[in-house]
């Protein structure tokens, strides 16, 4: 190999690693999903999608396989309660699934939030037959927040316990839980029974004296 080869291999793969201005991600995510999306905001340098529950699926595969998107790796998939959001002024829907994607091959990055339609019972597909490393990400949005993925293989808790009752990340679950569990030596096995410990303020009062620090 000669090192004008040599050099010129180096130069190509630079130009293959320079990060895309986020505007130009803005514009190839837009161009790709089409009416796919409802929303594609552009800002503080970051992309973020807003999709129907319904065209979920079918825009994250785009976002995948489109020549200028490729984003062939989901890094994070999370659930969201907004139920508390903006001290309880939020209008929209309850849960969301929000989800970030890398493109290796083109060096960017996307986010893309999806709301359930129900609040009782929120419901959205599976992308594990995409990107296989949803498979827990989705049982954890699962476990913590109670949102369904259709379609995955595997849908059971993962960070919880088997006879756990609830979804712990839900702005209404109780901080203190709805049973506990100890060990009973008479019985010889671990027993769950209702929450004994009432709620209690943990932050300390605190009380100045008069003229504390010299002030009046």
């Not at 130069?11 to 790709?32: E, G, K, N, S, W």
């Not at 020549?67 to 849960?95: K, M, N």
């Not at 990340?169 to 010889?188: A, I, Q, T, W």
């Amino acid at each position: 190999m000669t090192a004008t080869t040599s050099a010129f291999d180096w130069a190509a793969l630079a130009q293959q690693t320079v990060r895309p201005a986020p505007q130009a991600v803005h514009d190839a995510v837009v161009a790709a999903l089409g009416e796919r999306a409802r929303r594609v905001q552009l800002q503080r340098g970051e992309v973020t999608v807003e999709v129907d529950a319904a065209q979920y699926h079918e825009a994250m595969r785009v976002l995948r396989d489109a020549p200028h998107c490729r984003f062939e790796q989901l890094i994070d998939l999370c659930g969201v309660d907004y139920s508390t959001y903006r001290d309880g002024a939020w209008e929209g829907s309850r849960f969301a699934v929000v989800v970030h994607l890398l493109s290796v091959t083109l060096n960017q990055r996307v986010r893309v939030r999806t709301f359930c339609a129900d609040d009782d019972f929120p419901v959205v597909d599976t992308v594990t037959d995409l990107w296989p490393s949803a498979n827990w990400y989705e049982r954890e949005a699962f476990d913590l927040f109670g949102i369904v993925f259709e379609g995955h293989a595997d849908l059971r808790r993962i960070l919880t316990d088997y006879g756990f009752i609830g979804h712990p990340f839900r702005k209404d679950f109780p901080l203190s839980g709805h049973v506990e569990m100890r060990y009973d030596p008479e019985r010889r096995r671990v027993i769950y029974e209702p929450v004994t410990i009432e709620p209690r303020e943990i932050t300390p009062r605190i009380i100045r004296e008069e003229g504390y620090g010299g002030l009046h």
